[in-house]
């Protein structure tokens, strides 16, 4: 007896389904881990972010630039020593201290993993970030890690340029 052709419509139409399926997900699953990362990068704890600035930098995630820059301006010193930096915010006087050498390690060897692909981010955000003495400080110093110059001037131990 033969099978109806609706049955064999039916099953041919699932196994390709199926099939397209697989393709795209073995297809865009750096895509997708991309996207899985940057979610965390935004929303997650400090452990969290860590772990998902690091695997941005692995992936070489362009789009991460700014969520990276953004989490390195939370690493400071723990202690109030060493050098800082006191700028406004608003009317509101805040002072940011400059990270150790291991955060700035960190930090550096990420933006050197993702490469010559982050200049043109870090570049407009030395350009945008005037009233944000960390980012911009952040952004100019990983310019220059990259071998490009920043294009801003550089700021003076008050924020100021």
Not at 1 to 7: E, I, S, V
Not at 40 to 54: I, M, V, Y
Not at 99 to 117: A, M, N, Q
């Amino acid at each position: 007896m033969k099978p109806a052709r609706g049955k064999v419509v039916f099953l041919s139409s699932g196994v390709l389904g199926i099939a397209v399926l697989l393709i795209a997900g073995h297809t865009l699953r750096d895509r997708i881990r991309e996207e899985y990362w940057l979610w965390k990068l935004e929303k997650g704890d400090r452990t969290t972010q860590e772990e998902a600035a690091l695997s941005l930098g692995n992936l070489r995630s362009v789009r991460a630039v700014p969520g990276i820059l953004k989490w390195a301006c939370t690493l400071q010193r723990p202690e109030q020593s060493g050098a800082s930096l006191k700028y406004w915010s608003g009317l509101e006087e805040k002072y940011w201290i400059f990270p150790t050498e291991t955060d700035y390690d960190r930090v550096r060897s990420l933006f050197t993993t993702i490469g010559k692909g982050a200049v043109p981010e870090l570049t407009r955000f030395v350009k945008e970030q005037g009233d944000d003495p960390p980012t911009r400080f952040w952004a100019e110093v990983m310019l220059v890690e990259l071998g490009d110059e920043p294009v801003a001037e550089a700021m003076n131990a008050s924020g100021e340029p």
